[in-house]
């Protein structure tokens, strides 16, 4: 036997060292310190070891995995670890991860991964069925929400560009083309706009309402100057779900607007879309689907491991004419029941990440969803009626989705940055940084399916006792 396989007693035990070390880890997590006392010796003994001549027994590796590498490691899933909309993964998709990786299907022509082809089809239809996306809409499940917006953006462009976007792209231009978002966008939306050769100067962030979404009234006059200048607007972005406060932008009124201007419609729902699995969100998410394309991110309300993004396409088509090309060695067969994914985005080789998403959803249902994304957003609210009841404390923004931005009040934002970092060097909660109103404040993202009431309390009361020991300094 070929020394890089393993044989039947020696899959065995790896799947059993894999199931302890898996169990143990759940029963430590909420002992250990959500930021890892890192053992500088430990990394440095990774970054300068020899290339390996011999290999090591499984025994060795796991033994290291479990000494080394998980003590220093961010507890991502450790219940007060709330800085970015990062889940903990539910427990499905270890194991659907292990089993992509013993089919090692590559998803880019059907003929080398049916199975997984019906899959990803089928999560993909069930996506568009949340949104009511129409007949011949087309998605892909990308690496995450900056692919998916990328994958998107790059098809609103060559849509706009028409025949030439292939041959031209957008060299010798006179009109540059221009696109609108708000000033809350997430970032993965410009550089999307400089990878595709837009230039930044083209993307024109406009100001938010008080709630922190897009205000239609300057939108509309910034297409419409843009128009008379000669510019030529192209696309809008909305946000189902802003990455500082959760705001969900006026999805109809930009469906709407962008009906009548002519401008394709691009939400990043990366954050907040899937929150439509919620009935309290439903309402405020479905008109997402009137967009010409969608982000979700199943690795954010799914809780799947990363990586795992979609984009929901309104016209398939608009994809294949940005991502078709076939080269002669590739042979692909077309088949009614099948799709060759690697005509719907920017990779050729893919791996099986339609597994966990599949399975994460037949394994727990909507209904298991929408308690918890109603339990984290109840956590929020929570937090952020506390944060106001305290006299010490000041929420800088209203609380729509599952993120609470709050600062101590009395103090500067150099102090409220030492109390950040506080409660992560005391190893009581790694919370995020945000600029709200001007001003520096602790953002907490409740996307950790461990999280209790009682956790709120603890960062609520440890964030006002630094804040007192701060003033006192
Ligand atoms: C609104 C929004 N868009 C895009 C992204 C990028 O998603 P990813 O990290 O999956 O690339 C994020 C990440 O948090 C986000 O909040």
Known sequence: MNELLFDPETHRKAGRLLGELLANYEIDLSNQSVFPQINRDAMQAILTEPFPEEGKTLEELFQEFREVVVPNSTHVAHPRFLPYVLPSSNGISAFAEALASTLNQNCNLWTLSPAANAIEQRVISWFHELFSFPKGSGGIITSGGSMANLTALAAARDTYLGNSARTE????????????VSEQVHNSVDKAAVILGLGLNHVCHIPCDPQFRI???????????DRREGFSPFCVVGSAGTVTTGAIDPLDALANFCGEEHLWLHIDGAYGALAI?????????????????????????????????????????????????????????????????????????????ALKVWWSLRAYGRKTYAKAIDN???LAAYMGERSQAEPELELMAPVTLNAVCVRCRNLTDSQNERVLARLLSEGIAFLGRAEVKGKFCLRACFMNLRTTGEDVDRILDEMIRFGQEELRN
């Open 376 to 378: 984290l957003c109840d």
């Open 215 to 225: 205000r239609m009234d300057l939108l509309k006059e910034a297409v419409l100057r």
């Open 169 to 180: 792209g957008i060299q010798g231009r006179t009109s540059p083309l221009r696109l609108y």
């Open 277 to 353: 699995l919620s009935e309290r969100m439903r309402a405020q998410l479905l008109p997402a689907g009137r967009a010409h394309s969608l982000s979700l991110d199943p690795h954010k309300f799914l809780f799947t491991s990363l990586e795992a993004g979609c984009v929901l396409v309104r016209r398939a088509e608009d994809m294949r004419s940005t991502y078709s090309f076939i080269p002669s060695y590739l042979s692909m067969v077309s088949d009614t029941d099948f799709l060759n994914y690697a005509e719907y985005g920017p990779q050729l080789s893919r791996s099986f990440k």
